[in-house]
């Protein structure tokens, strides 16, 4: 019996008694490939701690990074796209909503939120590239002109992550005006 040399050949585990590993468990780090259980790459702020890159996230990850104890109330949070434009190309510009909904978990490109950073209050806005490229539609604008209104009316700090990929094409005009809504 050799310690590197294998006694039998082949996988002797048979299907019934294989387990599927759960999704979710584990990460891989998008630069040195190592390999990290999510737990441990989220208590280190989803840095890898080998070659220190920083790995993309989303508004949920940002909201537990940046608000004291991850605690924060959720604003507009129904808030959704119609399609006054009935826009198709390959899709309908509805199914291609439904889909991003279904794969993100999320209503739109954008999260809002208030809470507290270090006890002080704060209205962020993350965008979530993961739904349609993050692109800026009709919601988005309208939940980060809410956000701004709180902030001023409640006279704190307004914080934004964009991670967008510009103007949502299917809503023509009405994302552009967007741009100027939120200036």
Aim: with cysteine.
């Amino acid at each position: 019996m050799g310690w590197f040399k294998r006694d039998k050949e082949g996988i002797t585990t048979s299907t019934k008694e294989k387990r599927e590993t759960p999704e979710g468990l584990w990460e891989k780090c998008s630069n040195c490939k190592t390999i990290f259980s999510s737990d441990d790459l989220e208590k280190n702020f989803y840095v890898c701690d080998r070659c220190n890159d920083h790995e993309r996230i989303g508004s949920k990850e940002y909201f537990k990074v940046l608000f004291d104890d991850g605690k924060y109330k959720e604003l507009d949070a129904k808030l959704k796209a119609g399609d006054p434009l009935k826009f198709e190309d390959t899709k309908k510009y509805v199914d291609r909503v439904k889909a991003s909904q279904k794969k993100t978990g999320l209503v739109d490109a954008i999260r809002t939120g208030k809470g507290k950073i270090d006890g002080e209050d704060i209205v962020i806005a993350a965008m979530d590239f993961a739904f349609i490229g993050g692109s800026m539609g009709s919601v988005m604008g309208e939940k980060i002109a809410r956000a701004i209104d709180l902030a001023i009316k409640s006279k704190c700090p307004f914080m934004i992550i964009s991670k967008s990929g510009g103007a949502r094409m299917m809503e023509a005009g009405l994302s552009l005006m967007q741009m100027a809504k939120v200036s």
